[in-house]
């Protein structure tokens, strides 16, 4: 296992049995996109914050806390492993603002740069403008479709992957902020056909609406890709009542890894 990445995990203080599908996947994955929804339904409030010590032994939550709020923690940490465990991995809003970079790298330089990288992920992150009343995720996944689709030989002949995450409240809307039922279909055909190249898909839910979850749990079943809540809401759909601290930690610190690393079924 690379220096970097057994060092982040042995801070995480995981399973053992886990970490060989953890050595796997990083060795496979070649490089992470990371779609960020920063549309107006961002800033509502119905999402929860994650406070942790730094080995994970005392965990609180925070709740009534907007969407961007949890969704920026997501980031923050995205950020950080990339840097520390050298993933190259790429930050692309769906939303363009004037001043503002529409995508940011890190790893994708020298290892020297990581960290300033790093910092220019969080300042954006922080400083991002929730003022669009729309969410065109399907435009997105298709150009960067068209964008993976020049990698996927690559991909292919070393058995490796892109790891693409989609973190959103999970509406789709086209690009004048129409909700109807051509925009669902049309983002459900863009999911379909990325999935068909040498890609792992993880959409990060920032919202507990159960319309919302029960229609990406759909999708879950009929198209090859991950589905995540925030911590405490996949704890749940583990359907394990987590008396036990242990138990809670190990589900709460999964969910965390297969959010950033693509890992799939590790209890398997």
Known sequence: MPTPLKNYLDHLNLPLGILPAVSDTYKAMNFRIVLIDNSSSMSTIDSHLMKADCNF?????????????????????HAKMAARCWIPTKFRLVNEHEGMPKELGICWGKPEDARAERNEVINAIKNAKLDANVNPLASEIRQIETALSGEADKLKQKDGFAAVIICSHGVPTDETGDTVKSVIKDFVESIMSLAQLPVRITFRLCTGNDKVVDFFGLMEAEIACDVLQDYWGEVRTDGIKCHCKHVFLLLLQTSLLVTYTGVKSVFA
């Open 57 to 77: 032994e005392r965990i609180e939550k925070t709740d009534k806390v907007s969407r961007w709020n949890e969704l920026s923690q997501c980031i923050k940490f």
